[in-house]
């Protein structure tokens, strides 16, 4: 189970991509995601120069926002309405920067909003019968520079007993849009209580689309996820 707390807008509306290309209709996401078992080392390391940042129309993004908001993370979304979200998610490739590894906006802390399926980012904690005895506060994605990242999903357990797991990791590019991270074991506080359990894990997510507010990634398995940027506390 260690492995599934990983990495951690409308498709009638013609857009123009950077290529001045309109586009009309979307097309399905292809299926997708994760590797269940650590290598013994990355291949890279994460670039650090910075690419230059292109933004979707924002109608694009607010639409996508708009499908997976108070969902449960795309757990209460019908078949038809996963379709959609893919489909705007695939228009939103139209317009990623042509290298997001090198781009400084994946950096940041990110609310894990959507997951096409709802058991990769959570694992047990996220089934269905996981999701009767635990109820998701937050799930929250920190990818800190230059190769750091940070997972946690902070749930109540029976509805009265708080608790979190949270990831450790380090990233590595693979290329111009794939990312590797190898997670040390997961740490688990519920109550007064915390340990470390299960073994280092490893997760591999194309980055498709990146800006200021949203961040879409596809995993090695095909599953969709998005991210939103967590606003600073005021």
């Given at each position: ?114 997951c096409s399926n709802p058991t990769s980012p959570g694992g047990g904690y996220r089934s269905a019968l996981g999701r009767i005895f635990f109820k998701t506060n937050e799930m929250i994605q920190a990818v800190e520079a230059p190769n750091i990242v940070r997972n946690k999903v902070a749930f109540s357990a029976l ?76």
């Open positions: 189970m260690a492995s599934t707390y990983s990495l951690m807008a409308a498709a009638t509306t013609s857009f123009t991509n950077n290529n001045g290309a309109s586009i009309y209709n979307y097309f399905t996401t292809p299926p997708a995601t994760f590797i269940t078992r650590a290598t013994s080392s990355t291949t890279g390391p994460l670039y650090a120069a910075s690419s230059s940042v292109s933004s979707a129309p924002p109608p694009l993004v607010s639409s996508i926002l708009s499908k997976v908001v108070q969902t449960d993370r795309g757990v209460t979304l019908k078949k038809d309405e996963h379709k959609k979200v893919a489909e705007l998610a695939k228009a939103l490739q139209e317009f990623c920067v042509d290298e997001p590894v090198k781009c400084p906006l994946i950096f940041g802390e990110w609310d894990v909003v959507y509805g009265f007993l708080d608790g979190e797991v949270s990831l450790n990791g380090k990233l590595a590019a693979l290329d111009e849009k794939w990312i590797q991270v190898v997670f040390e074991p997961p740490e688990l506080k519920v109550g007064g209580l915390e340990f470390t359990y299960g073994g280092e894990s490893e997760v591999k997510l194309e980055i498709t689309y990146v800006d200021e507010k949203i961040r879409v990634g596809k995993g090695s398995r095909g599953s969709l996820f998005i991210f939103q940027r967590r606003q600073p506390s005021s």
